[in-house]
């Protein structure tokens, strides 16, 4: 699967401020961070449901998910990609882009998005 495939996945359910981080050329965790924003913990569990099942029937499976429970920040590690679910205040708090804004990023946008 590619970013962008990852990217698409989250759009299917109204995720918003979708980001790509091309972060292989700054550290050897991973090559991409998709990064989006969940309006609620509903929403949260369903962008989440929707890549797993998704990965899962093209057997691609996470090597490990962590905030499942919480839903306010949901991080799922598939190796060649981290996914990262937030809501809007954690995603604030947290800072992500200003902490790799030195990746590569594209945005996403959504059909509501400008």
């Known amino acids: 699967m590619k970013p962008k495939d990852i990217a698409k996945l989250m759009l299917d359910k109204k995720a918003t401020n979708i980001k790509i981080f091309d972060v292989k050329k700054i550290t050897s965790i991973t090559d991409h961070f998709i990064v989006c924003d969940a309006g609620s913990e509903p929403q949260a569990k369903a962008i989440l449901s929707h890549i797993s099942r998704t990965l ?3 057997g691609i499976a996470p090597i490990n998910i962590e905030g499942q429970n919480k839903l306010e920040w949901v991080l799922i590690d598939y190796f060649n990609f981290i996914v990262h679910i937030f809501s809007e205040e954690k995603r604030t708090f947290y800072d992500i ?15 509501s998005e400008k």
């Open 56 to 58: 899962k029937g093209k």
């Open 97 to 111: 882009d200003r902490l790799w804004a030195d990746a590569k990023i594209t945005i996403i946008k959504g059909r």
